[in-house]
T-cell receptor, first 109, second 115 residues
Framework: GQNIDQPTEMTATEGAIVQINCTYQ??????LFWYQQHAGEAPTFLSY??LDGLEEKGRFSSFLSRSKGYSYLLLKELQMKDSASYLCAALDSNYQLIWGAGTKLIIKP | SQTIHQWPATLVQPVGSPLSLECTVE??????LYWYRQAAGRGLQLLFYSVGIGQISSEVPQNLSASRPQDRQFILSSKKLLLSDSGFYLC??????????????FGPGTRLTVL
């Protein structure tokens, strides 16, 4: 079967760094997405990785290892507005997104 | 620029009543369209997707149905709602770019409560 695993909840301090991990098992693989979702709102796109390595976008970076079926989202210089759920989703061989349940990130002052 | 609209924003319906949620996309042609449901504190569950007018694929057997009467209109319906239909319903669109991946863009969502 197809499966995405990510932690249910994480807590971090304002100004610190946090890494949210995601492991995936899919029928074929065509890339991995990270989305941010604030409570009560729709998800918004953060990043896409299809090749191994690190992609950096300002305070956010995303890493992919295809051989390990593993990705992480790295958030630096955390701000209170980063409190949200972070959804990991893998694109399978049919170009369908398989979604994780999301990681709720709580930022404390 | 492309925009996606969903309505209503919130809905409270009794068990057994019908449902119709509408989604429209502007600024793009022949998009792929998706309906998702998200239960409280859970991930996204794909309900239906459509690659063209009248073409609907169902991912999960349930008492819901979807239709695409026009290129940029996607409708989610039910004849009789169940308590378990409560959730946050999200419509999304994507296109098939030459680059090969289809980032999905989400509408604002409809929060449905079935009592």
């Amino acid at each position: 079967g197809q499966n995405i695993d990510q932690p249910t909840e994480m807590t971090a301090t304002e100004g610190a760094i946090v890494q949210i991990n995601c492991t995936y098992q899919t029928s074929g693989f065509n890339g991995l997405f990270w989305y941010q979702q604030h409570a009560g709102e729709a998800p918004t796109f953060l990043s896409y990785n299809v090749l191994d390595g690190l992609e950096e976008k300002g305070r956010f970076s995303s890493f992919l290892s295809r051989s390990k079926g593993y990705s992480y989202l790295l958030l630096k210089e955390l701000q209170m507005k980063d409190s949200a759920s972070y959804l990991c989703a893998a694109l399978d061989s049919n170009y369908q997104l398989i979604w994780g349940a999301g990681t709720k990130l709580i930022i404390k002052p | 620029s492309q925009t996606i609209h969903q309505w209503p924003a919130t809905l409270v319906q009794p068990v057994g009543s019908p449902l119709s949620l509408e989604c429209t996309v502007e600024g793009t042609s022949n998009p792929n369209l998706y309906w998702y449901r998200q239960a409280a504190g859970r991930g996204l569950q794909l309900l239906f997707y459509s690659v063209g007018i009248g073409q609907i694929s169902s991912e999960v057997p349930q008492n819901l149905s979807a239709s695409r009467p026009q290129d940029r209109q996607f409708i989610l319906s039910s004849k009789k709602l169940l308590l378990s239909d409560s959730g946050f319903y999200l419509c999304a669109w994507s296109v098939e770019p030459a680059g090969g991946y289809n980032e999905q863009f989400f509408g604002p969502g409809t929060r449905l409560t079935v009592l």
